[in-house]
């Protein structure tokens, strides 16, 4: 079983839809969550950061379920350039006592006008 | 947020070459530097673990003989693929973490990456 698990995707929605991608991580020893954003051949950028209590960020909210090891984000009246891939990260700590990010494959997002 | 450069931005090399890859980080100093390989279609891996002045950790199945990694200072890390083959052509990207209030509550930067072709 993969460490961070996401749907591939790709989903097309139109403008305007709201769209909701899941993510499952494995370790429950994990310490913080990120929601990156990657466009075709460039580097990933920070999205968000995911608390437990919820965040929102504009038209952005993710959620954290601990218990589940459960993590998602909402993207609420979607924009032609929110097109990208979302990758779900987890910091853990390894085996040598570094915190790392582990990332999911990634859901790639296509919004269409 | 923080700069993280990455040099060369791409490159091509002949099989049996040796590339090296300089990430800086251009306005903080960086306790920790990380190293991703991703393919086509792919998730980053992580590949090493790389902290100022000591050995890098690699990740399993990463062989450091072959991905040598320098950490010489806390705005300096390098890669080099030596004796590239076609098959290590990928997308390497560099991240370089500063730390905040706790050990875990951390965040990273990236750099831009680099693009390597092996013909």
């Known amino acids: 079983r993969k460490e961070v698990e996401q749907d591939p995707g790709p989903f097309n929605v139109p403008e305007g839809a709201t769209v909701a991608f899941n993510c499952t991580y494995s370790?429950?020893?994990?310490?913080?969550f990120f929601w990156y954003r990657q466009d075709c051949r460039k580097e990933p950028k920070l999205l968000m950061s995911?608390?437990?209590s919820g965040n929102e960020d504009g038209r952005f909210t993710a959620q954290l379920n601990r218990a589940s090891q459960y993590i998602s984000l909402l993207i609420r009246d979607s924009k032609l350039s929110d097109s990208a891939t979302y990758l779900c990260?987890?910091?853990?700590?390894?085996?040598?006592?570094?915190?790392?990010?582990?990332f999911g494959t990634g859901t790639r997002l296509k919004v269409l006008a | 947020g923080a700069v993280v450069s990455q040099h060369p931005s791409r490159v091509i090399c002949k099989s049996g070459t040796s590339v090296k890859i300089e990430c800086r980080s251009l306005?903080?100093?960086?306790?920790?530097m990380f190293w991703y390989r991703q393919f086509p279609k792919q998730s980053l891996m992580l590949m090493a673990t790389?902290?100022?002045?000591?050995?890098?950790?690699?990740e399993q199945g990463v062989e450091k003989d072959k991905f040598l990694i320098n950490h010489a200072s806390l705005t300096l890390s390098t890669l080099t693929v030596t004796s590239a083959h076609p098959e290590d052509s990928s997308f390497y990207i560099c991240?370089?973490?500063?730390?905040?209030?706790?050990?875990?509550?951390?965040?990273?930067?990236f750099g831009p990456g680099t693009r390597l072709t092996v013909l």
């Open positions: 991240s370089a973490r500063v730390r905040l209030a706790s050990p875990a509550d951390v965040e990273q930067f």
């Open positions: 306005d903080f100093q960086a306790t920790t």
């Open positions: 990260v987890v910091n853990i700590r390894g085996t040598s006592g570094t915190y790392k990010y582990i």
């Open positions: 370790n429950s020893a994990s310490q913080s």
């Open positions: 995911v608390y437990s």
């Open positions: 790389s902290n100022e002045g000591s050995k890098a950790t690699y």
